[in-house]
Structures are given as C-alpha cells and as structure tokens.
C-alpha cells in the first residue's frame, strides 16, 4: 500500500467511524449551534463530503455534482463510501502513472488556475483532519462515548486487524 493509499482510506474511515458514532444522534444533537467551525455537526459532515466530492471532480475533469441532496447520517455515509472509492480509485492512477506532478484545472477559483494533482489529493485528507477535530470537540460537547483518537496508526493497526502492535 503507497503512502496516498494510506492518506486516503485513513482519510475516509476516520470520516465513516465519526458518522457511525454519530448515527443515533437526535436532528436537535446534529444540528446544535456551537462556535467552532461550520458551527454544528451535519454542517461539519456535510462540508467535510461536499469538499471531497469537490475536489474529486475538478481532480477528473468531470462537472461538479448537482444532484447531490440529503444529508441524513446514513446518505452522508453514502456519499462518502461513493466518493471514497473515486479519490482511492483517482489515488491509485496517480501513483500507476506517476503523475504527481501533473496539473488539473481548479475553474472554480477566479480566475482559474491549474494545480497539481498530488497536492490536491494531499488537501482533501489534510482538510478532513481539520474538520474531523472539529465533529471531534462538537461530540465531546454533545457527550458522544467511545470517541476514537482517529489517528494513522491506530487506523493502520485495525486496518491489519490486529488488537495491538507486535511487541520486538
């Protein structure tokens, strides 16, 4: 597995792990006003997704989505499973191609300007960390149990499926 794969479905299972948490939350919890971020946790989600698939279209050449609707837990977790496998997919071709340094077109800057391609896979996951802290605190203030840290390594291990590293 390459580094991007890593930064990818690291990326988007910490995302999918802080939606399943979040599931049994009332719409009152989901929706709870706090002054961090895009101030309550569906917005937090709803940004985190929309920027991915965002991003994954202007990566692609492909028009930004428009049928984008829903932003239930479980059509977020949708959106995400579906725009995951197209960065992993983006990711993987990438790397086959090395075409790191290859640039798309970002048309919805004004003017647009080109970037490259690994910089812009880099963003997304570095985005999601930042917003990912956010759900994080907003959980916390809602009194969400059993938070997981998120972290590379942790994911790495239960990706490896072991309960604990191996000891030297």
């Given at each position: 597995?390459?580094?991007?794969?890593?930064?990818?479905?690291?990326?988007?299972?910490?995302?999918?792990?802080?939606?399943?948490?979040?599931?049994?939350?009332?719409?009152?919890?989901?929706?709870?006003?706090?002054?961090?971020?895009?101030?309550?946790?569906?917005?937090?989600?709803?940004?985190?997704?929309?920027?991915?698939?965002?991003?994954?279209?202007?990566?692609?050449?492909?028009?930004?989505?428009?049928?984008?609707?829903?932003?239930s837990?479980?059509?977020?977790?949708?959106?995400?499973?579906?725009?995951?496998?197209?960065?992993?997919?983006?990711?993987?071709?990438?790397?086959?191609?090395?075409?790191?340094?290859?640039?798309?077109?970002?048309?919805l800057?004004?003017?647009?300007?080109?970037?490259?391609?690994?910089?812009?896979?880099?963003?997304?996951?570095?985005?999601?960390?930042?917003?990912?802290?956010?759900?994080?605190?907003?959980?916390?203030?809602?009194?969400?149990?059993?938070?997981?840290?998120?972290d590379?390594?942790?994911?790495?291990?239960?990706?490896?499926?072991?309960?604990?590293?191996?000891?030297?």
């Amino acid at each position: 597995m390459t580094i991007l794969e890593r930064l990818l479905q690291h990326d988007a299972w910490t995302t999918r792990s802080l939606l399943a948490l979040s599931a049994d939350l009332p719409d009152s919890a989901l929706d709870c006003e706090f002054d961090i971020g895009h101030r309550s946790l569906r917005r937090t989600f709803t940004h985190i997704i929309a920027n991915m698939e965002c991003w994954c279209d202007l990566m692609t050449g492909q028009p930004q989505r428009s049928n984008v609707s829903g932003n239930s837990i479980a059509t977020l977790i949708e959106r995400l499973d579906i725009v995951a496998a197209q960065l992993s997919s983006l990711g993987k071709n990438v790397d086959a191609e090395n075409c790191q340094d290859d640039f798309f077109t970002d048309y919805l800057d004004d003017p647009p300007h080109k970037k490259p391609l690994g910089a812009g896979l880099v963003h997304i996951t570095t985005h999601g960390m930042h917003h990912r802290a956010q759900c994080l605190y907003i959980m916390r203030l809602l009194g969400v149990k059993n938070l997981i840290e998120g972290d590379a390594i942790s994911w790495e291990r239960i990706h490896r499926g072991l309960k604990e590293w191996p000891r030297s």
